[in-house]
């Protein structure tokens, strides 16, 4: 369990990192509103118990997508990065579906 913690702790710190230093950078809102909204609310028009971890799934699948385009390897460090991020999904969606009730 502190395995699983530490490694989304780490993965949720490589992804909002960046946006600590930029504070008056704008996302837009193509990336930040709609998925947000999709993801706190069911298709029945329910709230979501666990937005925060779906925002976060959707996140890192992003940051996964941008690591896997990059052009340098980082001596390795990439390729460590995608994985531990693999990782971190995996254990994400078996928190959410040991949580189905």
Known sequence: MKKLLF??????????GP??????????ASVTAPAVHR???????????HP????????LRMAK??????AHDYAGHRVKAIESIKTAIHE???ALRSDKT
Do not use: C, D, F
């Open 7 to 16: 490694l989304v702790a780490v993965s949720l710190g490589l992804i909002l």
């Open 19 to 28: 946006y600590s230093w930029a504070q008056n950078t704008v996302a837009p």
């Open 39 to 49: 993801v706190a609310m069911h298709k029945k028009g329910k709230h979501e118990r």
């Open 52 to 59: 925060e971890i779906r925002i976060a799934l959707h996140r």
């Open 65 to 70: 997508a941008n690591l896997e385009k990059a």
């Open 92 to 94: 994400l969606e078996e």
